[in-house]
Nanobody, 124 residues
Framework: QVQLVESGGGLVQPGGSLRLSCTAS????????MGWYRQAPGKKRELVAA???????NYADSVKGRFTISTDNAETTVRLQMNSLAPEDTAVYYC??????????????????WGQGRQVTVSS
């Protein structure tokens, strides 16, 4: 089992910055990637940014140049630095870890774990 504990977020004025952090514990050795998703009221959950254990990153077009995803050396903590925040960034942000497990027969399976979510509100 894997547990994800998130911190950060909150209320900020437009143009401000916030940071989110998420630490995975438990069976973390099979982590393939960690990332952040967000869900605004009435909208589907969407990818914000993700980073593989190899260092590849993927960002939503709407956050490119403003948000930066990073991990610690152990790659069990993922952070999201959010700059130049706008009202449309308001959402609940969720951390996700994606795990790939290879069984004794060489078959692979994927498993996702989610954090509890952190509210980010951008408002004047």
């Amino acid at each position: 089992q894997v547990q994800l504990v998130e911190s950060g977020g909150g209320l900020v004025q437009p143009g401000g910055s916030l940071r989110l952090s998420c630490t995975a514990s438990g069976n973390t050795r099979n982590i393939y990637s960690m990332g952040w998703y967000r869900q605004a009221p009435g909208k589907k959950r969407e990818l914000v940014a993700a980073r593989t254990r190899g260092g590849s990153t993927n960002y939503a077009d709407s956050v490119k140049g403003r948000f930066t995803i990073s991990t610690d050396n152990a790659e069990t903590t993922v952070r999201l630095q959010m700059n130049s925040l706008a009202p449309e960034d308001t959402a609940v942000y969720y951390c996700k870890s994606h795990h790939i497990v290879i069984n004794t027969y060489g078959n692979t399976s994927g498993h996702d774990y989610w954090g509890q979510g952190r509210q980010v509100t951008v408002s004047s």
